[in-house]
């Protein structure tokens, strides 16, 4: 059966209206990630990937960065511009693979592995990216990992895509044993069972998937990419490999399309903590405030900004 396409609101709501009269008076942009809820990602300025993300904040014109997602990103924003207030909407929204890896514990490693650099994921936080050379995204890891002149590279904190780094350099990846619980469920069984359910579909996956699950995939990108992908096939059906609130903006950028979620649990609980109601107090009580010591974020910013000056 189709993935039932619910039909988009045409009217804003009485809370939507409310946030975008105060976010204007505030001169407020709100950033939200792909996985937002439908709600949240209507009212956004800007919705997309990590890399879009870090983008974006680093060169955006504004008093206020709103964030609509979880606290790596919102930090990365205050890390890439100082200056602005960069507020998160809800203090506990974490990612629970970011908080895998400490900055004692990769201290640990790099001694172990003197003289190998670390390239981190951008789904860690602002310490652990202040001991690193260099971060990535799931849109540009290869890329980075290419970049290095060294042929063995620290990848953390992510195995998965560690391993899809692996498969697709000739370089040695050092990786660390962390993991996204949203992706690393799906199974082989999962792809076989979509592609029986549905066979003219391609299936589209996110790197944070295993690597056996990424070799029975059509496209393995990152979520922006995914969109990219789907808007650029003459293909009319996709099984999509990734959270499940990416599903708004390929429904509503391809409304000739038809998307299958890959597994209807593919959901991010954390992702998911951000309301309306919770952007209108953040912008309300200016709650909450991220705010980046300037030891951490120096170092920090020079692992961002090493992987942003890759085009
Ligand atoms: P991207 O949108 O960069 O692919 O990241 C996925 C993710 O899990 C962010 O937490
Ligand atoms: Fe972290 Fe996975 Fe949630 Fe992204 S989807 S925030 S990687 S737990």
């Known amino acids: 059966m189709p993935f039932d396409n619910k039909p988009f609101r045409l009217r804003r709501t009485f809370l939507q209206e409310e946030i975008l009269k105060l976010k204007s008076q505030r ?53 890439l511009s100082p200056d602005k207030m960069v507020l998160l909407t809800e203090i506990d929204a974490i990612c629970p693979m970011a908080d895998m890896i400490k900055d004692f514990t990769l201290r640990d490693m790099k001694n172990r592995y003197s003289g190998i650099p670390v390239v981190a994921y951008v789904n860690t936080t602002a310490d652990v990216k202040a001991e690193s050379d260099i971060c990535c995204t799931s849109a540009n890891v290869v890329k980075v990992v290419e970049s290095l002149p060294d042929e063995r590279v620290i990848c953390i904190p992510d195995k998965n895509l560690a391993l899809w780094a692996a498969r697709n350099t000739k370089k040695e990846v050092i990786a660390w044993d962390g993991f ?21 579909a391609l299936f589209m996956a996110h790197p944070e998937c295993r690597l056996e699950v990424l070799e029975m995939a059509d496209h393995v990108t990152s979520t922006s990419g995914m969109l990219r992908f789907a808007k650029a096939s003459s293909e009319k059906e996709f099984i999509v490999g990734t959270e499940i609130g990416l599903m708004y903006r390929l429904r509503k950028e391809n409304p000739d399309k038809v998307f299958y979620p890959l597994r209807e649990d593919m959901v ?34 020079r692992a961002l900004d090493r992987m942003l000056m890759l085009r």
């Open 180 to 200: 996204c619980h949203v992706h690393d469920r799906v199974r082989p069984e999962d792809v076989k069972k979509a592609r029986a359910e549905h066979p003219k």
């Open 27 to 79: 001169r407020a942009i709100i950033l939200s990630h792909n996985y937002q809820r439908d709600e949240v990602q209507e009212i956004a300025d800007f919705v997309g990937d990590s890399l879009e993300l870090s983008r974006t904040a680093a060169t955006i014109d504004c008093d206020v960065i709103l964030f609509a997602g979880v606290t790596f990103m919102a930090e990365s924003a205050s890390i």
């Open 268 to 301: 991010c609980p954390e992702m998911k903590k951000t309301t309306l109601r919770s952007l209108l107090r953040a912008l309300k009580e200016n709650n909450y405030l991220i705010k980046i010591p300037e030891e951490i974020r120096v170092p920090a910013k």
